[in-house]
């Protein structure tokens, strides 16, 4: 499986972007697809993950209630709708999954627990 991120840009705070992350072959239903996030002179961050299987998320609280994730299983894509943005959300978004072995839910928030990443795309976000 391979992962195309795409959607970033220039926003003002307040604004709104909405993240696409494509996968070249099905993602299997007991692992998570993941957004996480770099900012420079920052390690990667965790932002969002949603179980490809039941739907079921788990979000940084940095952006509860901000940030949406959501998949389509026909499209074999994951989705980041990003609202209120905020200065401090400027980074680089990556989305990334296991690959084939199973990783349990505690395990989502780390990025050293994902083998297959995406190119990322960078969002700004003005004040």
């Known amino acids: 499986v391979q992962l195309q991120a795409s959607g970033g840009g220039l926003v003002q705070a307040g604004g709104s972007l909405r993240l696409s992350c494509a996968a070249s072959?099905?993602?299997?239903?007991?692992?998570?697809a993941a957004w996480f996030r770099q900012a420079p002179g920052k390690e990667r961050e965790f932002v969002a993950a949603i179980k490809w299987g039941d739907g079921s998320t788990s979000y940084a609280d940095s952006v509860k209630g901000r940030f949406t994730i959501s998949r389509d299983s026909a499209k074999n894509t994951v989705y980041l709708q990003m609202n209120n943005l905020k200065p401090e959300d400027t980074a680089v978004y990556f989305c990334a999954t296991p690959g084939g072995r199973l990783i349990i839910r505690s395990s989502w928030y780390g990025p050293q627990n994902y083998d297959i990443w995406g190119q990322g795309t960078q969002v700004t976000v003005s004040s």
């Open positions: 072959g099905r993602i299997p239903r007991h692992n998570p």
